[in-house]
């Protein structure tokens, strides 16, 4: 069965950084664009970065030159470092392939406050 976990959320400071990481279990992703999307309170869920198998990588305009998306398609793990954190970026956050194959993890809390 697929499992999808993501984790590495938290609470920091504005400016602050945190690195995210989702590993599928029981699938390998590597032929897939992978995407962390996130979901802020009274919000939908968007999509904020993709990764092709190529190393592709795409950003929407708000995370740009901040984030950073990545993989090891060894560890079947997606990684998003997000740095110069902005209280607008306070959501969970969720990891799946763009075309959302896997069932939908927990996701992980990021809180961005002083």
């Known amino acids: 069965q697929v499992q999808v976990v993501e984790s590495g959320g938290g609470l920091v400071q504005p400016g602050g950084s945190l690195r995210l990481s989702c590993t599928i279990s029981g699938s390998s992703f590597s032929p897939y664009t992978m995407g962390w999307y996130r979901q802020a309170p009274g919000k939908r869920r968007a999509l904020v970065a993709t990764l092709t198998g190529g190393r592709n990588t795409n950003y929407v305009d708000a995370v740009k030159g901040r984030f950073t998306i990545s993989r090891d398609n060894a560890k079947n793990t997606v990684y998003l470092q997000m740095n110069i954190l902005k209280v607008e970026d306070t959501a969970v956050y969720y990891c799946?392939?763009?075309?959302?194959?896997?069932?939908w993890g927990q996701g992980t809390q990021v809180t961005v406050s002083s």
């Open positions: 799946n392939d763009i075309t959302a194959r896997y069932v």
